[in-house]
């Protein structure tokens, strides 16, 4: 079965079952060769834009034809770092994201409408055109400083991976994680990168006194499914190796499943948890699928894309578990969705966690043995002492 839905049709065949279909956006998409190894088939403008943009035959070849799209990074200089929120959907109410936008072109992302504020494309532009927090570290230190501010666990790359490629060259996230192993601040981390190896050297000692937990993101242990629904994203197998050598150092590792989108990866789960708990993983999370804003399109697109004989059952399912529509907003209900069909992806996985063997009750961390950064590695001059 996976073999099959691995089959592409080629992109006039794909246009045309998305024209067939009643899809808006068979026009647009970009060409293939262009948009090789991207996550999202079209550029559409930002929804904030007085202006949209739609694409033009004007009569070029295809070999001459723009370049294959670059990845953009432009440096950005934010005033704070630690974002916070009042959600009781999620498990904590502060977070670092050292990115924006996300080079892994993962087409499912709940982040990608953000980067309408920058007044770009929640489509190509989100994973191709990207903005790196410089000075985050330094930002942290004078945060975690001021006098008022009470230690709680700080969830690292909440919105986009903290290890996605970039990470490589600007090491931000380090640099994050280095100030927070010194002041001993409790983090959880959510990354579909193996790249979170290179940084067991700060990872294992803060685990030892129980300041850190990683979830590895594994949204499907297909390979070939994974190089179309996350381009840019490591493997499969070395997302399970970054399990493997994570509870190896001694780091409490835990395994997400997300999303769970129908129709597509929901035939899943059980292979997921299972292959995450032989490879170390003890707790695990899933999330059903969720298109807020521009995503209730893009998923069409997608799946005409590249499974336009699955586009109708996913959407009748998606719908099914948002009460008929692409998307609900409430707390309580748009991480794991309602009715039928979103109770049995519910109850497959508390029988299938439950069977394997893992936690029941998350892992606590400690903030017992926060020590706040001195003013001057803040950033301040130090204050003199009396005594």
Same mark, same amino acid.
């Given at each position: 079965?996976?073999?099959?839905?691995?089959?592409l049709?080629?992109?006039?065949?794909?246009?045309?079952?998305a024209?067939?279909?009643?899809?808006?956006?068979?026009?647009?998409?970009v060409?293939?060769?262009?948009?090789?190894?991207?996550?999202?088939?079209?550029?559409p403008?930002?929804?904030?834009?007085a202006?949209?943009?739609?694409?033009?035959?004007?009569?070029?070849?295809?070999d001459e034809?723009?370049?294959?799209?670059?990845?953009?990074v432009?440096?950005?200089?934010?005033?704070?770092?630690?974002?916070?929120?009042?959600?009781p959907?999620?498990?904590?109410d502060?977070s670092?994201?050292?990115?924006?936008?996300c080079?892994?072109?993962?087409f499912?992302?709940?982040?990608?409408?953000?980067?309408?504020?920058?007044?770009?494309?929640?489509?190509?532009d989100? =994973?191709?055109? *990207?903005?790196?927090k410089?000075? $985050?570290? %330094?930002?942290l230190?004078?945060?975690? #400083?001021?006098p008022?501010?009470?230690?709680?666990?700080?969830?690292?790359g909440?919105n986009?991976?903290?290890?996605?490629?970039?990470e490589r060259q600007?090491?931000v996230?380090?640099?994050?994680?280095?100030?927070?192993?010194?002041?001993?601040h409790?983090?959880?981390?959510?990354?579909?990168?193996?790249?979170?190896?290179?940084?067991?050297?700060?990872?294992a000692?803060?685990?030892?006194?129980?300041?850190?937990?990683?979830?590895?993101?594994?949204?499907?242990?297909?390979r070939?499914?994974?190089?179309?629904?996350?381009?840019?994203?490591?493997t499969?197998?070395?997302r399970?190796?970054?399990?493997?050598?994570?509870?190896?150092?001694?780091?409490p590792?835990?395994?997400?499943?997300?999303?769970?989108?129908?129709?597509?990866?929901d035939?899943?789960? =059980?292979?997921? *948890?299972?292959?995450?708990?032989? $490879?170390? %993983?003890?707790?695990?999370g899933?999330? #059903?699928?969720?298109?807020?804003?521009?995503?209730r399109?893009?998923?069409?697109?997608?799946l005409?894309?590249?499974?336009?004989?699955?586009l109708?059952?996913?959407?009748?399912?998606t719908?099914?578990?948002?009460?008929?529509?692409?998307?609900?907003?409430?707390?309580?209900?748009?991480m794991?969705?309602?009715g039928?069909?979103a109770?049995?992806?519910?109850?497959?996985?508390e029988?299938?966690?439950k069977?394997?063997?893992?936690?029941e009750?998350p892992?606590?961390?400690?903030?017992?043995?926060?020590?706040?950064?001195?003013?001057?590695?803040?950033g301040?001059?130090?204050?003199?002492s009396?005594?």
């Amino acid at each position: 079965m996976a073999a099959q839905a691995s089959k592409l049709v080629d992109d006039s065949q794909r246009v045309t079952v998305a024209r067939q279909l009643g899809a808006r956006f068979g026009d647009r998409l970009v060409d293939a060769d262009r948009r090789r190894g991207r996550g999202a088939a079209s550029n559409p403008s930002g929804r904030l834009e007085a202006f949209q943009r739609e694409p033009i035959d004007d009569g070029w070849t295809a070999d001459e034809a723009p370049a294959p799209l670059a990845t953009e990074v432009t440096v950005e200089r934010p005033r704070t770092i630690i974002a916070r929120n009042d959600s009781p959907d999620i498990s904590f109410d502060q977070s670092i994201n050292p990115y924006r936008g996300c080079e892994h072109g993962c087409f499912y992302c709940y982040a990608r409408p953000t980067h309408a504020y920058q007044g770009l494309s929640a489509g190509l532009d989100f =994973e191709s055109r *990207l903005f790196v927090k410089d000075g $985050a570290a %330094a930002l942290l230190e004078r945060e975690l #400083a001021n006098p008022k501010y009470k230690p709680k666990v700080i969830a690292l790359g909440a919105n986009t991976d903290a290890y996605q490629p970039i990470e490589r060259q600007y090491r931000v996230t380090r640099a994050v994680l280095e100030v927070l192993a010194k002041a001993r601040h409790p983090v959880g981390i959510v990354t579909k990168s193996n790249l979170v190896l290179r940084d067991l050297d700060l990872l294992a000692p803060m685990a030892a006194d129980g300041l850190v937990k990683v979830f590895v993101s594994v949204t499907t242990v297909d390979r070939g499914l994974a190089r179309r629904m996350e381009p840019r994203a490591p493997t499969p197998e070395r997302r399970l190796e970054a399990i493997e050598k994570l509870a190896a150092a001694g780091v409490p590792v835990g395994v997400m499943a997300a999303p769970i989108i129908p129709a597509v990866n929901d035939g899943e789960i =059980e292979t997921i *948890l299972t292959r995450a708990y032989s $490879a170390g %993983a003890r707790e695990a999370g899933y999330v #059903a699928l969720r298109l807020p804003l521009e995503l209730r399109e893009s998923f069409r697109e997608w799946l005409a894309v590249n499974f336009p004989d699955k586009l109708k059952r996913a959407i009748t399912l998606t719908q099914s578990m948002h009460g008929g529509k692409d998307y609900e907003s409430q707390w309580g209900r748009r991480m794991a969705g309602s009715g039928p069909y979103a109770w049995m992806i519910g109850r497959r996985f508390e029988i299938a966690a439950k069977r394997l063997g893992y936690r029941e009750t998350p892992l606590s961390l400690r903030s017992d043995l926060f020590r706040a950064p001195a003013p001057a590695e803040a950033g301040a001059p130090r204050q003199l002492s009396l005594f």
